[in-house]
């Protein structure tokens, strides 16, 4: 590219043919002609770095755009709901004044690039967004996808993930309560790094993305900016910009725990203060979508001196500074006369803070270097009006024989022996065997306020010690139903969430999602897409949980093959009191076992047709949303009026490995009679949904099954807790020293 040292506006104006390299950037062509007609010109060096950015697939979700309208158009209503889709994290009422703030994102393809530094920034970038609404954070959870366990690149990458995610959260102090550990050949070459943090405030506290005001102070603070993560979210590198660098820049962004630490408590404190008109923290697209946002959001334009940006690199080109991704970093508007106060804030934390620019009274955002013009536009256009494709979809031509190969005709362990072995290597295998090898490198009760954290259903939170009002969450989401019927996928994810949520006792209020998939550009992908989010809003609907914000990430897949269509859905509802919670755990001999719900011969996508067969076929198990409701408002009430010790969901695995694990977790086995006339195998590994195991205490069984009868639930009595082993009578046993064994060696024999 032939260009002067600087760029400039009045430069871009006299020298319409320069030739610019917007293919390198990421735009395709017809993108490149709309910037040039917005402009009336040809962008300059700056504005097509933020343009490139900005109309990303990361940043604008310009291919999902029309199929995530669904999930306002179909959204149920909520008293609960205070922050809706289009902020930087969903808000809900909790109650007595509290308000929570949760959100879950991906930092896949950094993950497989760099591992460690990949899943620590993606921990701390959602950590951020948390903090940008006015809330603490108070606790994470993480929903890993790896390729298969023994492979060899699973052994590099699985580590450094979890030792990312460990050290960033264990360095904030923050509790890692809960996710999930998947394992499977399709995500070989893209694992998915979905992070979720939830945090806490009073309604008064709740901040939003905006500038408003002309005058205001335009202050960057955090973290110096460096050369880390520049064009991460279009994968591109600064040659694009200078080919005389001697170098390509790292795509990956380094993180800092500890200067995040610091970041937050000064932005807490400049809230607490009543310092702050408007923040954005800067993560995807860095300054580009920092300044950006918030000018588009507000009611003015804004004036930015580039030059005046705190560096740690003097080498950076104005381009590479607008497009750094460089962590620990936010935006804040600040009145005039608040501004020294601010920055003695900022510098009573040991946080670096520049007054980078000011609120205008115009409709511009005009960046400027050295006192020469390089940005002048229209905010909006780079923000919230970028390209919106309705890509081409078509249910592709391999999904009617994928559903036809049944595992029905699969061969079935019959015999007590056969059975106990099929017990044996599915609670063994990857995906249903412990993973107290990734989760104990996680400090999961740091602050005190954690109630319950993996391997329970669901993670729970004290949100107010004097009431013991608290928040339960939990993120669920299968790959293997959704690749048989991505629209029941998605709402059989949402019924899960929804279910581990209840299980330990609290109302499910409202849904995070993120919403991993293949290439937008292959029909069949987009069809897997579209397809997930009507099932997902039309289960929201349903189910009275509406979405309130969350992420897509696309063109998951190497080479032509993608990944399971894998939408990750988590689920935040409220205690009341967290001293009624449920454990899952059988924690008291005589304890009586109950089925709840009915089971099925449904073995679709399931865990033993995947363990003992390596099969993918068939239809997923159906869901029946009614039924989640109605199985949820029974857990809900066993656990508040003390008619459960415990309560586990039927998953993945089934019966059996729900029993497995509740043993397991309290310490004690059960004596298990199958009912008359049932089929075992399809008792013990069907993965029929809405089903749950609850421990009842004999004192209080009558009243628990007249509720269950009242309400038309299906309960059956199927044993007592009782002895050191797992015996289902008349099939097999399985003392708990040999389970513990089997289930809790697997990771550490491939990882450790």
């Known amino acids: 590219m032939t260009r002067t040292p600087l760029d400039t506006v009045a430069h871009a104006e006299r020298t319409p043919e320069d030739g610019q390299p917007w293919a390198e950037l990421g735009l395709k062509?017809?993108?490149?002609?709309?910037?040039?007609?917005?402009?009336?010109?040809?962008?300059?060096?700056?504005?097509?770095?933020?343009?490139?950015?900005?109309?990303?697939?990361?940043?604008?979700?310009?291919?999902?755009?029309?199929?995530?309208?669904?999930?306002?158009?179909?959204?149920?209503?909520?008293?609960?709901?205070?922050?809706?889709?289009?902020?930087?994290?969903?808000?809900?009422?909790?109650?007595?004044?509290?308000?929570?703030?949760?959100?879950?994102?991906?930092?896949?393809?950094?993950?497989?690039?760099?591992?460690?530094?990949?899943?620590?920034?993606?921990?701390?970038?959602?950590?951020?967004?948390?903090?940008?609404?006015?809330?603490?954070?108070?606790?994470?959870?993480?929903?890993?996808?790896?390729?298969?366990?023994?492979?060899?690149?699973?052994?590099?990458?699985?580590?450094?993930?979890?030792?990312?995610?460990?050290?960033?959260?264990?360095?904030?102090?923050?509790?890692?309560?809960?996710?999930?550990?998947?394992?499977?050949?399709?995500?070989?070459?893209?694992?998915?790094?979905?992070?979720?943090?939830?945090?806490?405030?009073?309604?008064?506290?709740?901040h939003l993305a905006k500038a408003a005001g002309a005058g205001n102070k335009v202050i960057l603070y955090g973290a110096r900016t460096g050369g880390d993560g520049i064009g991460g979210a279009s994968i591109l590198a600064s040659e694009s910009f200078d080919s005389d660098k001697p170098s390509k820049r790292p795509s990956v962004q380094v993180g800092d725990p500890f200067q995040?630490?610091?970041?937050?408590?000064?932005?807490?404190?400049?809230?607490?203060?009543?310092?702050?008109?408007?923040?954005?923290?800067?993560?995807?697209?860095?300054?580009?979508?920092?300044?950006?946002?918030?000018?588009?959001?507000?009611?003015?334009?804004?004036?930015?001196?580039?030059?005046?940006?705190?560096?740690?690199?003097?080498?950076?080109?104005?381009?590479?500074?607008?497009?750094?991704?460089?962590?620990?970093?936010?935006?804040?508007?600040?009145?005039?006369?608040?501004?020294?106060?601010?920055?003695?804030v900022c510098e009573k934390w040991d946080v670096t803070a520049t007054v980078i620019g000011e609120v205008t009274d115009g409709d511009r955002l005009e960046i400027y270097w050295h006192g020469e013009r390089i940005v002048d536009v229209d905010p909006r256009t780079v923000a919230h009006e970028g390209p919106v494709y309705e890509r081409p979809y078509a249910r592709p031509t391999w999904q009617d024989a994928l559903r036809a190969d049944s595992p029905e005709t699969l061969p079935r362990p019959r015999t007590g022996d056969e059975l106990r072995a099929a017990a044996l290597e599915l609670v063994s295998a990857p995906n249903q065997a412990s993973t107290s090898w990734i989760t104990d490198q996680y400090d999961r009760y740091v602050l005190g306020n954690t109630v319950l954290a993996q391997p329970e259903d669901g993670g729970v939170i004290r949100v107010d010690e004097r009431s013991g009002l608290g928040v339960a969450l939990a993120t669920d989401g299968n790959g293997r139903y959704a690749k048989l019927d991505p629209y029941e996928g998605a709402r059989l994810a949402l019924a899960e969430s929804y279910r581990n949520v209840a299980a330990t006792g609290a109302r499910p209020l409202a849904v995070t999602d993120c919403l991993n998939f293949g290439s937008p550009e292959d029909p069949a992908a987009m069809w897997q897409f579209a397809e997930a989010c009507r099932g997902l809003a039309d289960a929201c609907r349903e189910l009275g949980t509406p979405v309130t914000g969350g992420n897509v990430s696309l063109y998951n897949q190497t080479g032509e093959t993608a990944i399971h269509p894998t939408p990750v859905v988590g689920v935040l509802g409220v205690l009341d009191d967290v001293s009624r919670r449920t454990p899952i755990g059988f924690t008291e001999p005589g304890q009586l076992v109950y089925l709840l719900g009915e089971t099925r011969a449904e073995f679709g996508g399931s865990a033993w047709s995947q363990v003992a067969h390596g099969h993918l076929g068939g239809t997923p198990p159906a869901v029946d949303l009614e039924r989640e409701r109605l199985l949820a408002e029974i857990l809900i009430a066993g656990s508040r009026d003390g008619m459960v010790d415990a309560a586990h969901d039927l998953s993945e695995g089934g019966l059996l490995q729900t029993l497995v694990e509740s043993c397991l977790r309290g310490g004690n086995g059960a004596r298990i009679v199958l009912p008359d006339g049932a089929d075992p195998f399809t008792l013990l590994f069907s993965e029929s949904q809405g089903r749950a195991v609850v421990a009842v205490p004999r004192s209080e069984e009558v009243r628990f099954t007249e509720m269950c009868a009242a309400r038309g639930l299906p309960a059956a009595r199927i044993g007592v807790v009782d002895g050191q082993e797992l015996d289902f009578q008349g099939q097999f046993s399985l003392p708990l020293d040999e389970l513990r064994s089997a289930v809790e060696g697997t990771l550490p024999a491939l990882f450790g």
């Open 29 to 206: 062509e017809d993108e490149y002609a709309r910037i040039r007609e917005i402009l009336g010109r040809r962008p300059t060096g700056a504005e097509l770095a933020m343009y490139s950015v900005m109309w990303s697939e990361h940043c604008s979700y310009k291919s999902s755009k029309v199929h995530l309208r669904q999930f306002g158009e179909k959204a149920p209503e909520s008293e609960a709901l205070l922050v809706g889709i289009g902020e930087q994290a969903g808000v809900v009422d909790v109650g007595q004044g509290y308000a929570v703030t949760f959100k879950i994102e991906s930092h896949n393809h950094p993950s497989y690039v760099e591992p460690y530094q990949g899943a620590a920034t993606g921990v701390g970038g959602i950590v951020r967004d948390i903090v940008a609404m006015g809330a603490r954070p108070v606790a994470v959870l993480d929903a890993l996808r790896f390729g298969a366990a023994e492979h060899p690149d699973t052994r590099r990458v699985l580590p450094g993930v979890v030792a990312g995610i460990g050290g960033y959260g264990n360095c904030l102090g923050l509790p890692n309560i809960g996710g999930e550990t998947v394992f499977d050949p399709c995500y070989q070459g893209n694992p998915l790094v979905n992070a979720l943090c939830v945090g806490v405030m009073r309604h008064e506290d709740i």
């Open 260 to 344: 995040e630490k610091l970041l937050i408590e000064c932005t807490l404190e400049a809230f607490a203060e009543g310092l702050v008109s408007g923040i954005q923290d800067l993560g995807a697209a860095g300054l580009s979508c920092a300044t950006s946002e918030l000018a588009s959001n507000g009611s003015g334009g804004m004036r930015v001196e580039l030059d005046t940006v705190p560096l740690r690199d003097s080498s950076l080109s104005p381009e590479e500074i607008l497009m750094s991704e460089s962590q620990e970093r936010m935006c804040a508007v600040v009145e005039p006369a608040k501004a020294e106060r601010f920055l003695a």
